[in-house]
């Protein structure tokens, strides 16, 4: 299927460099030749040091921290302090959080970047142990780029280099996306039946148009994710 | 058959009888593929750190079933955890155990839950047993080649 990149964001890899098109009068930022920087927020040790072993053997830089306040308070969101930048001086070019945790949860750790006019353009990738339709789809609302049923796999881990390199997503393919049949349920949830959606997808509104052909329709739209395909490319 | 050959023999064994046994699950595979001549000991790492919080975690759950008034919620808190965890590191039968004390917990059956963290130290202990056996042949493999 073909998909059109329009620009690479944050940076350029081998792979898709090649792939990635300008579309003309659309600012392209300059590739770098740093790695990408991701946040990892999960509250487990053993999932913390999975997760950052997971991101630099894929070639990730990672700030693994344990919880939504530290990660507010690394990014300079945090309500105590007013500047509205000036981190560590680190740019993170993707936060990828636990759901569940104690305190504050992942989802509202997104809501809170979402709501952020600095850190909205952060994508978010939410992982949960438990595969809940409404839970995902929460989460997507709310403008999650992605929802990784734990454990996480390197495939997973893979498939996020995808979301630094594509800027804009056609809308219809997006939502062809983030609904997939889901695979093997390992744990004892209700069984997921396949639904069918309407809500549209969360793009940010900054997100330039994709003035290209749209790919043919969707497949209908099926059971909530577990482990997405983003690109044809792998 | 050189001590090496011998060894290394042994490890491929004993891991395949640990995921034949349903000790361990495809998960653990992951993990040993992300184990390489830069994170030479992460899965040791990794293991070690599941063993510490297991231990916690175990405690947590015999405390919060002690109290007068049992909190399931708080029960169920730290089996949650523990699933989280042990499917991290692929502990198959740990993790299945904990689905069903989750289970228990929600039913509020005191003398199930009770039941079922006997059965999970027990299966925790097993498994740690196990592990420690296999990163000994490790050890000793490394050994070997100096």
Same mark, same amino acid.
């Given at each position: ?188 949830? +209700?069984?997921? *039946? !396949?639904?069918? %959606? @309407?809500? /549209?997808?969360?793009? $940010? =509104?900054? #997100?330039? +148009?994709?003035? *290209? !052909?749209?790919? %043919? @329709?969707? /497949?209908?739209?099926? $059971? =909530?994710? #577990? ?8 | ?146």
């Amino acid at each position: 299927m073909e998909r059109n990149v329009v620009v690479s964001r944050r940076r350029k890899t081998e792979t898709t460099a090649a792939t990635a098109a300008k579309i003309e009068g659309f600012d392209v930022l300059p590739a770098d030749s740093e790695e990408a920087h991701v946040l990892a927020v999960d509250d487990s040790l053993v999932d913390r040091k999975v997760i950052e072993r997971l991101l630099k053997i894929s070639s990730f830089k990672v700030t693994a921290v344990d919880s939504g306040r530290r990660a507010l308070q690394f990014l300079g969101l945090d309500e105590e302090k007013t500047s509205s930048v000036g981190f560590d001086g680190l740019k993170v070019d993707l936060i990828i959080t636990d759901y569940c945790m104690p305190g504050m949860t992942g989802y509202e750790l997104l809501k809170k970047i979402k709501e952020s006019s600095n850190f909205r353009e952060i994508p978010v990738v939410i992982m949960s142990s438990e595969n809940i339709l409404t839970r995902i789809d929460r989460c997507l609302e709310e403008g999650a780029e992605d929802f990784i049923v734990k454990p996480v796999k390197l495939a997973d881990v893979k498939r996020l280099k995808d979301y630094m390199m594509r800027e804009v997503r056609i809308e219809s393919e997006s939502n062809m996306n983030k609904r997939k049949s889901c695979c093997d349920l390992t744990e004892s949830e +209700p069984s997921i *039946s !396949s639904s069918s %959606s @309407s809500s /549209s997808s969360s793009e $940010s =509104p900054s #997100r330039a +148009p994709v003035s *290209s !052909s749209a790919p %043919s @329709s969707p /497949s209908p739209l099926d $059971s =909530p994710v #577990r482990r997405l395909k983003m690109t044809p490319t792998e | 058959m050189d001590v090496m050959t011998q060894l290394q023999r042994q490890w491929r064994e004993h891991t395949a009888y640990l995921r034949k046994e349903g000790y361990l699950d495809d998960q653990f595979e992951q993990l040993q593929k992300l184990q390489d001549e830069n994170s030479p000991d992460f899965v040791a790492e990794v293991v070690s750190i599941f063993f510490d919080d297991s231990e916690k975690l175990l405690n947590n759950m015999a405390g919060a079933l002690e109290q007068k008034v049992v909190d399931f919620k708080q029960v169920d808190a730290h089996v949650h955890q523990f699933k989280g965890s042990s499917a991290s590191i692929g502990a198959m039968r740990v993790k299945n155990l904990c689905i069903e004390f989750r289970n228990h917990c929600e039913a509020q059956s005191l003398e199930e839950c009770v039941r079922c963290l006997r059965k999970l130290r027990y299966e925790y202990s097993l498994l740690k047993n196990q592990l420690e056996y296999l990163f000994k042949l490790e050890q000793q493999i490394r050994a070997a080649v100096v």
